[in-house]
């Protein structure tokens, strides 16, 4: 079966540092790949999405960016975290067909400081 | 962007009444998705809906996809404690090069014992 990995679950940054976080799909070969973010309550943002190693799609420009290095890994960085950049972050990944839904990982919380 | 519009945002509710939640855009989608998010939690999907005028159940909860495919409507019958949570809809137009479904605002439910 498929699985999802997220991590960290929680994180506290200072403004300026860098972020990394990172997340690995089990089970599945070839998945599209997906960071969002999720202000509280409140539905989700679509910031990058992947359909191949080093193919990397930026919904809204912003102070982060994403890496596929290799096949089932999505990576989501930051070189200086702004107060703005705290949130819920969630990767998930689904099939390339149209009308598969999504598998969420677990979510990062992110709180700079 | 294409914009989905969920209504209520929020429901309050006692144990055993029903309810109906609304998902609307202006955008004619490919098929639609809905989500029920626990806190801290990633998003399950609950089901997808592909064809205008197409009804789903799930135990207590209906389904609806509008007609012209630009809207959806959630049912629940006899609500329970249980039901609580964020509702998610998401639609996705196959000219996304990602498959990408974008989410809608959100109605958060809770149900009181």
């Given amino acids: ?113 | 962007t294409q914009l989905l519009e969920q209504s209520p945002q929020f429901l309050s509710i006692q144990e055993g009444e029903n309810l109906t939640v609304y998902c609307n855009s202006s955008s004619v989608f490919s098929s639609l998705q809905w989500y029920r998010q626990e806190p801290g939690e990633g998003p399950v999907l609950l089901v997808t809906v592909v064809t205008g005028g197409e009804v789903k159940k799930l135990k207590r909860l209906t389904f609806q996809f509008g007609d012209a495919r630009k809207d959806s409507s959630l049912h629940i019958t006899a609500a329970q404690p249980g039901d609580t949570g964020l509702y998610l809809c998401a639609g996705v137009n196959r000219e996304n090069t990602g498959n990408q479904f974008y989410f809608g605002t959100g109605t958060s439910l809770t149900v009181i014992p």
């Fill in chain 1, 1 to 113: 079966s498929q699985t999802i990995h997220q991590w960290p679950a929680t994180l506290v940054q200072p403004v300026g540092s860098p972020l990394s976080l990172e997340c690995t799909v089990e089970g599945t070969s070839n998945p599209n790949l997906y960071w969002y973010r999720q202000a509280a309550g409140r539905g989700l943002q679509l910031l990058f999405y992947s359909v191949g190693i080093g193919q990397i799609s930026s919904e809204v420009p912003q102070n982060l960016s994403a890496s596929r290095p290799q096949d089932r890994q999505f990576i989501l960085s930051s070189k200086k975290l702004l107060l703005s950049d705290s949130g819920f972050y969630l990767c998930a990944w689904r099939p390339q067909a149209v009308n598969y839904g999504y598998t969420f990982g677990s979510g990062t919380r992110l709180t700079v400081v």
